[in-house]
């Protein structure tokens, strides 16, 4: 069973004499003014929550684009500070950036289209050069704080996500030795899909600089190679899972992200949530309602508005009104793209309509937190849940699913789960449901309240099991044991 500990006795073992440096465009912690103190705050980001951990165990430094109002007042002269705070174990670099490039670099390129591109949710992708422009300018920003990190020594670099693509392309053009592993959170589509992206090709070199490239699931491992296949001049190499381009090669692989099992189990019984629970009961005026909960950024691919017409759909149908309650938890998200601002309205909307529809006193069937909430309430309301739902249209994994599984130390709690995340591959125990089938997921509800309790503890022990074997240490030492082959 991989440990913090473990996986450090592994990157002292494995990556001896190589400097570790993890780069994202999300920091792990913003440092912000709350009247004249400074605060620091954890992000709502599964990306950041997952790699803390391994960044702790495995220390070195990790490169993210500042973006807290405090965030330049608490770093050093080469913009670094240790984190976390109170019990520091390893250095975080900011990357300082204009609002107009994170305008067009991150709210335009990134988020417009990119992730649009690789979700297949029925959002346009919108491609603009201007944007294009921006990113490529961001890529190179953040290749300098790396190079400067670097400094000529040896070292691994591990580049998250969709925002740094063109990264381990400028990266190995300065320096050939460095080596490079980039994690792409999200899906790949397929080829049909990511051929309309004006820029496919530089893309793809740029991710192919890479010596290891990693998807959630074997399933994006396929698409990412089938769209190589079709659109630049390369060898792959089916059986190892490699492409060959200008002479280097590029290991393509599939390690499920987790979370950190024992920590999530550890707080979830912790005296602070069991008084979060208390208050939320009181505040929420809750009884021996049955609680169903969702925990969702505020993005469309997460399925809300599906979910809230279940919702709608299942106490049409069955009479369980003033015996069940929903909480969606729901953290704002990227307002300043015009989908975003449409998806908020559509979601207070289905609140409201929903709630007007069915209320009674002051019982509600919805309760809506739209706000962001700190990690100990997060957790009160994972225990407080006799049923959650991950209702993605498409995700690459979505961590809430773990989460709520490792939070079940009293190993009871159902959780439905849309097979459209990656998530669903690991967690087979899960109520799958589709999310675009009404119908069926107002059943799914109906299944989730009604299931024994035998069942139900069963499912979660089992679920459970899983995730704890596979946690997020192992994925890192999956990771870096593969890296270690590319010394």
């Given at each position: 069973m991989w440990t913090k500990e473990s996986l450090a006795n592994l990157v002292a073992q494995k990556l001896a004499g190589y400097k570790f440096i993890a780069v994202s465009n999300r920091e792990p912690y913003i440092h912000s003014y709350v009247g004249k103190d400074i605060q620091c705050q954890i992000p709502a980001s599964g990306l950041t929550v997952a790699l803390d951990p391994v960044m702790q165990?495995?220390?070195?430094?990790?490169?993210?684009?500042?973006?807290?109002?405090?965030?330049?007042?608490?770093?050093?002269?080469?913009?670094?500070?240790?984190?976390?705070?109170?019990?520091?174990?390893?250095?975080?670099r900011r990357v300082w950036l204009t609002q107009e490039e994170e305008e067009g670099y991150y709210y335009g390129f990134a988020n417009s289209a990119l992730w649009p591109l690789c979700h297949i949710a029925y959002t346009r992708p919108v491609f603009l050069e201007t944007e294009w422009d921006a990113y490529r300018k961001v890529n190179g920003i953040f290749a300098e704080s790396v190079m400067a990190e670097v400094k000529g020594q040896k070292a691994f670099v591990f580049i998250q996500d969709y925002h740094l693509a063109l990264l381990p392309r400028i990266l190995k053009e300065a320096n050939p030795d460095t080596i490079t592993a980039q994690f792409w959170h999200i899906p790949w589509p397929n080829p049909e899909a990511f051929r309309i992206c004006p820029w496919q090709v530089d893309i793809l070199d740029g991710l192919l600089g890479n010596d290891l490239l990693a998807f959630q699931i074997r399933y994006h491992c396929n698409n990412f190679m089938d769209t190589v296949d079709r659109a630049v001049e390369s060898r792959t190499d089916r059986e190892r899972y490699e492409v060959h381009r200008g002479g280097r090669r590029t290991r393509i692989r599939a390690f499920p992200i987790s979370v950190d099992f024992d920590a999530l189990t550890a707080e979830a019984q912790s005296d602070a949530v069991t008084a979060e629970i208390e208050r939320l009961q009181r505040m929420m005026r809750l009884g021996d309602e049955v609680i169903g909960l969702g925990l969702d950024r505020i993005d469309?691919?997460?399925?809300?508005?599906?979910?809230?017409?279940?919702?709608?759909?299942?106490?049409?149908?069955?009479?369980?009104?003033?015996?069940?309650?929903?909480?969606?938890?729901?953290?704002?998200?990227?307002?300043?793209?015009?989908?975003?601002?449409?998806?908020?309205?559509?979601?207070?909307?289905?609140?409201?309509?929903?709630?007007?529809?069915?209320r009674s006193g002051h019982w509600k069937p919805i309760i809506y937190l739209r706000e962001h909430l700190p990690?100990?309430?997060?957790?009160?309301?994972?225990?407080?849940?006799?049923?959650?739902?991950?209702?993605?249209?498409?995700?690459?994994?979505?961590?809430?699913?773990?989460?709520?599984?490792?939070?079940?130390?009293?190993?009871?709690?159902?959780?439905?789960?849309?097979?459209?995340?990656?998530?669903?591959?690991?967690?087979?125990?899960?109520?799958?449901?589709?999310?675009?089938?009404?119908?069926?997921?107002?059943?799914?509800?109906?299944?989730?309240i009604e299931m024994p309790e035998e069942e139900r503890r069963r499912r979660m022990a089992r679920m459970r099991a899983l995730v704890h074997e596979n946690n997020i240490y192992k994925w890192a030492a999956d990771i870096i044991s593969e890296l270690s082959g590319l010394a």
């Open positions: 165990a495995c220390g070195g430094v990790w490169i993210a684009s500042g973006r807290g109002d405090a965030d330049k007042d608490v770093v050093d002269e080469e913009n670094k500070v240790r984190v976390p705070p109170g019990s520091p174990k390893y250095d975080l469309y691919t997460k399925g809300i508005p599906d979910r809230l017409r279940a919702i709608d759909r299942f106490f049409e149908k069955y009479p369980y009104q003033r015996k069940v309650v929903f909480i969606q938890a729901g953290v704002p998200s990227r307002e300043h793209i015009g989908t975003y601002r449409t998806l908020n309205e559509e979601v207070d909307r289905l609140v409201e309509e929903i709630n007007w529809k069915y990690p100990h309430t997060l957790m009160a309301l994972r225990r407080m849940a006799h049923f959650c739902v991950v209702s993605s249209l498409h995700d690459g994994m979505n961590l809430v699913a773990k989460e709520y599984v490792a939070s079940r130390f009293d190993g009871d709690g159902v959780l439905i789960l849309s097979p459209f995340t990656g998530a669903a591959r690991e967690l087979t125990d899960a109520v799958l449901v589709n999310p675009y089938a009404t119908d069926a997921f107002a059943e799914a509800i109906k299944v989730a």
